[in-house]
Structures are given as structure tokens and as C-alpha cells.
């Protein structure tokens, strides 16, 4: 039986890093891993038993000549493009590099997958797909009593972030209905899990717990995210790698609506429950900051379209947030490791 071949892009991101731990241990798989090592890069290193399953090369996937030169010699089957600038504070203080990523890479790599899959034989090139990974926010922001967004939404970013991503979701599908090129677009809600650059909220908060310092949230704290376990989001993107329909959209989200204010008690809840050493209240770290400016109210999302490729959601917000402090606490260095790179402007966190 032949190998299937994946590209991944941003492979050593926090999403990036949960897709090929779950990838490179199927059978038949083999996955070459394109990323520009950003800051928020963590280095992926498979069991040895996987290392002839999987490839790295540092490219950025805004550079025509090494993006085209990967695509022609791995042959992929499947490009899952989730390099991305992805810090919504950062691309307040500096939107250029999320224009050149996010929105000249974007192009570029679909460019250059196009004509590589033009040349394809017909078999390999009706079974080729482009998966984008793109982001909620693009939709803009809802009142409390709003419906969540669907796949119908309107596009309203808000953020340069956001503004980017709505661009790659528009050439994306662009690519699709002017040129057939066989993509798909997924737009997911707040993930969160192991491997996440802790300049976002979670791993942010449990930092600041572990070391005792004050946990900075935004205004009043009562914007509202859907929070997904990233697992389960990569569980949703291979579900539309396997069974997604050609120029569709799915959201992926856990309708697990929650305010910013109580993500961070909830894990300061957790550290009252695991120190028993002294009567130490962790909600006392909170501090409460100017606001982001142009923050969005609220994101929800509906997922019933990716419902019927048969997936939901496994994990509940209480077990997937503990293993999450768990998995950061067995690992403090790596907060001590990234504090060089981490964010030094005004803003701070993902809320
Ligand atoms: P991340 O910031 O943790 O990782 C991004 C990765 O992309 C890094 O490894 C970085 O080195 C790489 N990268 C950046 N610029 C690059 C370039 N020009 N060329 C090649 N590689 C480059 O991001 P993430 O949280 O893993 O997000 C992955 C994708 O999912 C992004 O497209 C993001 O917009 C989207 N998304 C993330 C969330 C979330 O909550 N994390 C929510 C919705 C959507």
C-alpha cells in the first residue's frame, strides 16, 4: 500500500505540534513538516521508531523558490497550511509581519500547490486536498444574545490578525471557485492544551500561578470564547481531511462558552486545590489592565456542520483544563525557556 504524504505548515506550533503527534504514528503516513521556527515555535521531535516517517525543513512559506522546491520533491497528497502570525496583541503593535505571512505566504503556497497539483495524474489529482486552518475571529464579534456563527457568517474582522486571516480565507476560496483547486477552510474557536507559547491566556495564567506573579486580564474580564481542547480540534481537521467536502467551509468549535474572568479563576481554582502547603489564595494574583483596544465582545460558534462528518468534541472543559495545568506544571522550564522571546508590548495574553 503506498504512503499517504503530508505537508504541514507551522508544524512546530501549539496546533502544528498536536497534529503531527496524532499523524505520524498512523500507518502508511508520511509528513513533511515546512516552518519558519518563529518565536512561538517548539521543536517536534518524533519517537525514534517514527523518525523515518517524518521530514523537517525550515522554509518560510513565503519564499517562492524553497516553498516550490518542497512541494515538487515530497509530492504531497495533502497540504494542511497552519503557519500563521497568530498573536492578536502583537499584530496590534506590528501588523506587517502578519500581512507577509499570513496573507502574502498564504498566497504564495497556494500558488505554488496549484501548479504542482495541475501537473498531477488524475487519480493523484482528484484525491489531492488543501486544508486552511483560519480562526473564528474572522467573523467578527456577537452580543450576548446572539446566534453562534455558522459557516454562512458574514466576514467582519476586527483585529489586524483577524483582518489577515479573513484575506487567506479569501484567496483560499478564491483558488477554489476560479481554479477548481481542490480547498477547504476550517475556522476554529480558542484552542488550548500542551506546547502553547505562553503569551496566550491558559498557559499565561498557569505561569503566572507557578511562579506567584500577577495574572494581567484584560478590562472587566467578561469577553466571552468558545475554548476547545486542541486534540479535539486536530481530530475535527482530519476528519475534513478524510471526509470534508471540496470548497467547504466547517467551523470547529466545543460550544463551551466561557468569560475570560472565569477561564482564569477556574485555573486558579485548580492551584488552591493542588497546594495544600499554605492557605495561599491564587485569585488574589488577578489584576485587572487597561483593555485591548478593538476587543471583541464575544465568539461563538455552531457547529453543525462538522457534525455530520461525524465528529464532536471528546473532552469536557473541567478534565481537559486540569490535565492542561497538569502538563504545564511538570514542565516549568518552559516558561523559563521562552521569557527571552515572549511578548513586550503593552498588551499581554490572548483573551
Ligand atoms: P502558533 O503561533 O503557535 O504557531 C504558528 C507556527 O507557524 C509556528 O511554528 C511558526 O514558526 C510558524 N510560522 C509563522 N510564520 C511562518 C512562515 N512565514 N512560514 C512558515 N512557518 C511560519 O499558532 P497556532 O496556535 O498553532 O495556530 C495555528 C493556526 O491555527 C494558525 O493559522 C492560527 O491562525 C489558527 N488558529 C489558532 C487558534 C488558537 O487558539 N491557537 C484559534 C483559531 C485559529
Excluded at 85 to 114: C, M, Q
Excluded at 222 to 229: G, L
Excluded at 280 to 302: K, S, W
Aim: net charge negative; charged share 25%; aromatic share 12%.
Amino acid at each position: 500500500m503506498s504512503k499517504l504524504r503530508y505537508l504541514v505548515t507551522g508544524g512546530c506550533g501549539f496546533i502544528g505540534n498536536c497534529l503531527l503527534r496524532k499523524l505520524i504514528p498512523l500507518e502508511n503516513v508520511e509528513v513533511l513538516n515546512i516552518d519558519k521556527l518563529t518565536y512561538a515555535s517548539t521543536e517536534y521531535i518524533p519517537e525514534d521508531k517514527h523518525l523515518n516517517k517524518y521530514k523537517f525543513k525550515k522554509i518560510d512559506i513565503s519564499d517562492e523558490k524553497n516553498v516550490t522546491k518542497a512541494i515538487e520533491e515530497f509530492k504531497p497528497n495533502y497540504i494542511i497550511n497552519l503557519a500563521a502570525e497568530s498573536h492578536v496583541d502583537r499584530s496590534i503593535d506590528g501588523p506587517k509581519e502578519f500581512i507577509n505571512t499570513n496573507i502574502v505566504g498564504t498566497y504564495n503556497l497556494i500558488d505554488k500547490a496549484y501548479t504542482y497539483w495541475k501537473s498531477l495524474p488524475k487519480n493523484e489529482k482528484n484525491n489531492f486536498r488543501f486544508i486552511h486552518i483560519s480562526t473564528d475571529e474572522v467573523y467578527g464579534s456577537l452580543d450576548k444574545g446572539d446566534s453562534p456563527f455558522t459557516e454562512e457568517s458574514n466576514y467582519l474582522p476586527n483585529s489586524p490578525y483577524s483582518a489577515t486571516k479573513a484575506s487567506s480565507d479569501h484567496l483560499v476560496r478564491a483558488w477554489n471557485k476560479t481554479y477548481g483547486f481542490p480547498s477547504i477552510i476550517t475556522n476554529t474557536c480558542n484552542n488550548y492544551g500542551p506546547h502553547q507559547f505562553p503569551e496566550k491566556l491558559i498557559p499565561l495564567t498557569i505561569g503566572k500561578c507557578i511562579k506567584r506573579e500577577s495574572i494581567p486580564v484584560y478590562g472587566n474580564g467578561q469577553q466571552v470564547r468558545d475554548w476547545i481542547r486542541v486534540e479535539d480540534h486536530v481530530d475535527g481537521i482530519l476528519q475534513v481531511v478524510n471526509y470534508g467536502e471540496i470548497g467547504e467551509k466547517y467551523n470547529i468549535g466545543s460550544q463551551n462558552e466561557l468569560k475570560n474572568i472565569n477561564v482564569v479563576k477556574d485555573i486558579c481554582k485548580i492551584f488552591n486545590e493542588i497546594n495544600t502547603s499554605d492557605e495561599y489564595n491564587y485569585e488574589q494574583l488577578i489584576e485587572f489592565v487597561d483593555d485591548r483596544p478593538g476587543h471583541d465582545i464575544r465568539y461563538a460558534i455552531n457547529n453543525d456542520k462538522i457534525n455530520t462528518l461525524g465528529w464532536k468534541p471528546y473532552y469536557s472543559w473541567e478534565e481537559g483544563l486540569r490535565e492542561t495545568v497538569d502538563w504545564y506544571i511538570s514542565k516549568p522550564e518552559y516558561f523559563n525557556v521562552k521569557t527571552k522571546k515572549s511578548y513586550s508590548g503593552e498588551r499581554l495574553g490572548k483573551l
